[in-house]
């Protein structure tokens, strides 16, 4: 008898366990978890897990983090390049949870990325960047010097 495992998820919770990302794990992660691109729901909420978790990951998984969540959000679900008020608060919901930078990351990239969103999507990304979560000022530090 054949069954299907769900190896996305207990991939990222040995990740979770592990303690870190890294590098190694990101190509590993493109290569044999999200090879045929696609994202789903249950997919893109074991990545904010992972960003939850707040770890010490490696840089490649911020980059991952925000490509994956911006396709499943602007590219994959329907209609494409529209951010619906439905997926905005998903969003919003999930990047609340983890208040992490690479959140941060994945709000601002979704919003330069899609064609439309509601405008109160738009001023609540806003209010989180001039809020001071945690490594944002860092970030913005690193990127002008």
């Known amino acids: 008898m054949c069954f299907a495992i769900d190896r996305s998820r207990t991939i990222i919770s040995a990740m979770i366990l592990g303690g870190k990302v890294t590098a190694q794990d990101v190509a590993w992660l493109r290569r044999e978890v999200f090879a045929d691109g696609e994202v789903t729901r249950e997919a893109a909420d074991e990545l ?3 960003a939850r978790a707040r770890m010490n ?12 969540i911006t396709d499943y959000v602007v ?15 998903w969003l919003m919901q999930r990047a609340d949870e983890c208040k992490s930078l690479e959140a941060l990351a994945a709000l601002v990239n979704v919003l330069a990325e899609a064609q439309r969103a509601p405008q109160w999507f738009i001023g609540a990304v806003r209010a989180r960047a001039c809020s001071g979560w945690p490594g944002v000022d860092n970030a913005l530090r690193a990127a002008a010097g």
């Open 48 to 50: 904010f897990a992972v």
């Open 57 to 68: 990951n490696a840089p490649e998984w911020t980059e991952f983090f925000v490509e994956l």
């Open 75 to 89: 590219w994959q679900t329907r209609p494409t390049g529209i951010v619906t008020d439905e997926q905005a608060r």
